[in-house]
C-alpha cells in the first residue's frame, strides 16, 4: 500500500512538473515578444483572396506596404493599400494612424478619388491596440489573430487543458517543442524553437468548422535578437448563414531596428493634414475640430453652439424628470410614515428619530441638474476661449 502511495505521488508531481514546464515555456515566448518595445520595421504583406481567383471585376488581392514605429506605448503604422483586379495592381489608399501615449490621430485618403485626407482623433487607449494588431496586417508573425485581440501565449495560459507532447518535432531543421491548448477561442498548437529565442515557427488554431488558421515563420537573427521576418497565414473562416472565406497572407519584413532615433525618422508626428482641414472628434462628433499648425484646435461657428444649446436643453428636461420622480418618491415616503405613525409614534419619541426634512428630494434633484448645466457652460466657456487664443495666435 505504502509503494502505491509512493508511485500515485510520483506520478501526480511528474504531471505537475510537466504542467509548469508548459507554463514557463509560453511564458518565455510571450517574454520574447514583449521585450520589442522600441523597434522600426517595413513590411510588405499580399493577401490572397482564394475563392475570388477565378472572378473577374472583383479585388483578388490587397498588398499592403507598411512602415512601423513602436516606442513602448508609442505607435506610428503608416500604410499604403493596393489592390488587384484582373490581374492589374492598383494604389488604392493611402493611411497613417498614430498614438502619442495621450491621443489617436488618424488620416487616410482613398487614391482613387479626388479629394483631400479624412482625418479624425480620439482619447480612446483602445485605438492604440488597433493599431498594433489590425492595421498591421503582419501581426500574425507575432502571434495576433481575428479570432482575438490577445497574444496566442495569453489564451493558451488561461486555458485548464496545457500540454507538452513528450517528443520534440523538427520544423525546417530546428527541434521544436510542441505544445497544445483548448479554450473558448479555439484549440491552440503550437511549435516552439527553444534555440531561437522561444519564437514560434508554426502555429495552428482550430474552432468546430468555423475557422482555422495555420501559420509558418521564418526567423532572423538581428543584433543577436531572433526577430519573426517572415511567414506565411492560411485562414478559413465559416460564418453563420453557411457563407466562407478563404485567405493566404504572405508577409515580408526589412529595414529592422531595435532602439532607433525617432526623431530622425519623423516618427510620431502627423503629416498630410493640411491647415484648415476639418478634423472629426471620434468621441464626441457633435463638437467640430481642424488642423493647425500641427495640432487641433476647436471650431466655434453656430453648428458648434446648437449642439451645446442641445445639450443645456437635453440636460434640463432630464433635470425636470428627475425632480418629478423625486416629487413622486416624497410623496410616497409621506404616506408611508403616515401610515406607520400610529405604530412607531411612542418608539420614535423614546429614541428621538430623526426626520428627513421636507423637500429634500427637490434640493438634491435641481441640485445635481444645476451642476450639470454649469459643467456644459463651463465647457462651453473653455471653447470659446480657446477659439479666441487659436485666433489671436493666427493673426
Known amino acids: 500500500m505504502f509503494c502505491l502511495f509512493i508511485m500515485l505521488g510520483s506520478t501526480l508531481l511528474a504531471q505537475e512538473n510537466k504542467f509548469g514546464d508548459v507554463k514557463t515555456l509560453l511564458l518565455k515566448a510571450q517574454a520574447a515578444y514583449r521585450k520589442r518595445k522600441q523597434i522600426a520595421f517595413e ?8 475563392d475570388r481567383l477565378e472572378q473577374s471585376g472583383v479585388v483578388t488581392k490587397q498588398r499592403y506596404l507598411t512602415s512601423f514605429r513602436q516606442d513602448g506605448e508609442r505607435i506610428d503604422v503608416v500604410n499604403l493599400r493596393k489592390e488587384t483586379i484582373d490581374g492589374e495592381e492598383v494604389s488604392r489608399l493611402e493611411s497613417r494612424g498614430i498614438w502619442d501615449g495621450e491621443t489617436f490621430y488618424n488620416r487616410y485618403k482613398d487614391l482613387a478619388v479626388k479629394g483631400e485626407n479624412v482625418a479624425f482623433f480620439s482619447k480612446k487607449k483602445s485605438q492604440a491596440d488597433i493599431l498594433k494588431k489590425e492595421d498591421l496586417f503582419c501581426s500574425y508573425l507575432d502571434g495576433f489573430f481575428s479570432n482575438s ?30 505544445l497544445k491548448a483548448s479554450s473558448e477561442k479555439g484549440d491552440y498548437t503550437v511549435w516552439i524553437d527553444p534555440q531561437c529565442g522561444y519564437n514560434f515557427r508554426k502555429l495552428t488554431i482550430k474552432k468546430d468548422c468555423s475557422l482555422s488558421h495555420e501559420v509558418h515563420v521564418k526567423l532572423g537573427n538581428i543584433n543577436d535578437t531572433w526577430f519573426p521576418c517572415e511567414g506565411n497565414l492560411t485562414e478559413h473562416l465559416t460564418y453563420e448563414d453557411g457563407a466562407t472565406d478563404n485567405f493566404y497572407y504572405e508577409s515580408q519584413r526589412t529595414n529592422v531596428i531595435f532602439n532607433p532615433n525617432f526623431e530622425e525618422m519623423g516618427a510620431f508626428k502627423m503629416d498630410g493634414i493640411p491647415n484648415g482641414t476639418l478634423i472629426s472628434n471620434f468621441d464626441f462628433p457633435g ?23 442641445n445639450q443645456i436643453e437635453q440636460l434640463k428636461d432630464e ?53 450639470a448645466i454649469i459643467i456644459i457652460l463651463g465647457i462651453g466657456w473653455f471653447i470659446l476661449r480657446n477659439f479666441k487664443r487659436n485666433k489671436d495666435e493666427q493673426s
Open 149 to 178: 485581440k490577445e497574444h496566442y501565449t495569453s489564451i493558451m495560459l488561461k486555458s485548464e487543458n496545457l500540454q507538452l507532447l513528450k517528443e520534440k518535432e523538427d520544423i525546417e531543421g530546428h527541434s521544436c517543442y510542441v
Open 287 to 309: 463638437i467640430r475640430y481642424m488642423w493647425q499648425n500641427g495640432k487641433v484646435v476647436t471650431v466655434v461657428d453656430q453648428r458648434t453652439l446648437g449642439v451645446l444649446d
Open 43 to 50: 513590411s510588405n504583406t499580399v493577401i490572397t483572396f482564394l
Open 319 to 371: 433635470t425636470k424628470e428627475q425632480a418629478k420622480q423625486v416629487s413622486e418618491k416624497e410623496v410616497e415616503v409621506a404616506e408611508k410614515r403616515a401610515a406607520e405613525k400610529p405604530l412607531r409614534q411612542g418608539k420614535a419619541e423614546s429614541q428621538g428619530e430623526s426626520k428627513l426634512p421636507s423637500g429634500s428630494y427637490n434640493i438634491l434633484g435641481w441640485g445635481m441638474g444645476g451642476l
